[in-house]
């Protein structure tokens, strides 16, 4: 089981993780890729706040409606 969504999304996209939110198209379309994502709802909203600046649920309606 994945453990570190922070490491395995910088992992996926090919960079660090401190320039993921730099990234962010690439981490949208990873995330609709691998939906649901395997990590904790802990974890989802603190990757979602430090890449995107939102909650989690945000991402995903807003990847929902497209």
Known sequence: MKTDI???M???IGCDTFDLPYRGREVREE???QSPLPYPR????KFSH???GVDYAVIMGTLERK
Not at 42 to 45: I, P, R, S, V, Y
């Open 10 to 12: 910088a992992c996926m």
């Open 31 to 33: 995330i609709r890729r």
């Open 6 to 8: 922070f490491e395995d």
């Open 50 to 52: 430090y890449v995107f």
């Open 42 to 45: 802990e974890q989802l909203e």
